[in-house]
């Protein structure tokens, strides 16, 4: 018996479905289903009556759930609680996706250290690289103080603040006909080869694109990935193809003879965000996000899509 499997069994008898209580803990329903199979073996007794169209608890796992279910909780609670108590006294966990954490961490080291070194709120940090839905898993469980990330949507118990917003931009040859527009339409794209970078990375995000594609009438066949955002300009140049991609790519180190060009048509802008728990800020949690907003701000992708 540990924590995990009756984490896992209170989400199933919370949903009384099994990949529901999976997408709620953000794990696979495989690992889901063997860690209550792996606490009715610890018991010695079924917890959950399941078939091909239900799941529901036994009378043992009713009377179970209610008797785990407020010392689980205080137990988180304390965690949480006393990770707020020691902000003061160790390194704040800074998460983040790889191309956020090339994009802001020089810039937050080299703003971080400007205010006095005897100002309380001003805690040292530590990185940890980390793509966006394990990062609402670490900041939920208090693993993570700050997450950086993109668009997420709303989480329970989950504070979500956006640092900026920037346009999806289509990265181009420089001798594209496309290249030669200001702005460019994914309707102009269809029948085009289109290179994006891993969906699992943000699943959020690329929903949103998935439908801003398929609205445009462009073929799932004409998508391709490419393993990481900083080849992705590196693919356009030597391939001929056209990716897609938040604007913030623009900040990468420059390809010869690629360029970007804001997309037109996208339903949304793409959100740079921090996240954090909602019951956990503290001045240094402020003070960091504070810093990492007003670094968000000076960004001026404008200037690089002219």
């Known amino acids: 018996m540990n924590l995990r499997q009756m984490e896992c069994f209170l989400a199933v008898a919370d949903e ?35 078939t091909s169209r239900q799941v529901r608890l036994t009378p043992f796992g009713a009377e179970f759930a209610a008797a785990i279910r407020q010392p689980i909780e205080a137990l988180y609670q304390a965690h949480r609680s006393a990770r707020l108590r020691s902000a003061h006294h160790r390194d704040l966990v800074v ?24 100002d309380e709120t001003r805690s ?53 006909p496309l290249a030669s527009r200001r702005e460019v339409a994914l309707a102009d794209l269809r029948g085009r080869q289109i290179l994006t970078t891993p969906r699992t990375d943000n699943p959020y995000l690329d929903s949103q694109l998935q439908a801003d594609i398929t609205r445009a009438g462009i073929a799932r066949t004409h998508l391709e990935e490419v393993g990481r955002f900083d080849e992705l300009a590196v693919h356009v140049a030597t391939r001929g193809h056209v990716g897609i991609h938040p604007g913030p790519i623009v900040f990468t180190g420059p390809v010869p003879a690629v360029t970007f060009r804001p997309i037109s048509d996208a339903s949304a802008g793409v959100r740079i965000c921090a996240i954090s728990h909602a019951e956990a800020r503290s001045d240094s949690i402020a003070a960091l996000l504070a810093c990492l907003r007003s670094i968000v701000v000076s960004l001026d992708i404008a200037d690089r899509l002219t």
Do not use: K
């Open 124 to 176: 040292r940090w530590r990185p940890v690289p980390m793509h966006t839905p394990e990062q609402l898993a670490a900041v939920a469980n208090g693993e993570v103080d700050i997450g950086l990330c993109w668009s997420v949507p709303e989480q329970p118990g989950i504070a979500s603040a956006v640092l900026g917003e920037f346009p999806l931009v289509a990265v181009l040859q420089v001798s594209d």
């Open 95 to 118: 998460a983040h996706t790889p191309e956020l954490g090339q994009l802001l961490l020089p810039r937050l080291v080299e703003a971080w250290p400007a205010t006095a070194a005897d």
């Open 16 to 50: 009384l479905h099994f990949r529901r209580a999976a997408d709620r803990l953000r794990l696979a329903p495989p690992s889901v289903s063997e860690a209550v199979a792996g606490l009715e073996r610890s018991l010695g007794s079924r917890l959950v009556d399941r």
